[in-house]
Nanobody
Framework: QVQLQESGPGLVKPSQTLSLTCTVS??????????WTWIRQPPGKGLEWIGN???????YYSPSLKSRTSISRDTSKNQFTLQLSSVAPEDTAVYYC??????????????WGQGTQVAVSS
């Protein structure tokens, strides 16, 4: 019954900040034992982990993207957000929000949003 829904602009200009929101229903983002996670898939490439935020608000980022990434949340709206600054065409991808059980072994995503296409172009 948990559902995740991405929202945000589909086109971002180079050097601007990409901002996406994930709205969660059927479960609280403050519930323990889950990481709320952003991943992406560039055209023709595999999935790339961006980062996540835990129930307490702690954040974790991919080393390759950490300098440009900020994940935050609004608990009153049961939403978490992604901001990726200084974007370039290489950031064009389908972006997904997902849920990851903390104790997953191996790690897996148990719920996914439908994904949203973001193009970086002038």
């Amino acid at each position: 019954q948990v559902q995740l829904q991405e929202s945000g602009p589909g086109l971002v200009k180079p050097s601007q900040t990409l901002s996406l929101t994930c709205t969660v229903s059927g479960g609280s983002i403050t519930t323990n034992y889950y990481y709320w996670t952003w991943i992406r898939q560039p055209p023709g490439k595999g999935l790339e982990w961006i980062g996540n935020i835990g129930a307490s608000g702690s954040t974790y980022y991919s080393p390759s993207l950490k300098s440009r990434t900020s994940i935050s949340r609004d608990t009153s709206k049961n939403q978490f957000t992604l901001q990726l600054s200084s974007v370039a065409p290489e950031d064009t991808a389908v972006y997904y929000c997902t849920r990851v059980p903390v104790r997953g072994n191996p790690i897996y995503y148990d719920y996914w949003g439908q994904g949203t296409q973001v193009a970086v172009s002038s």
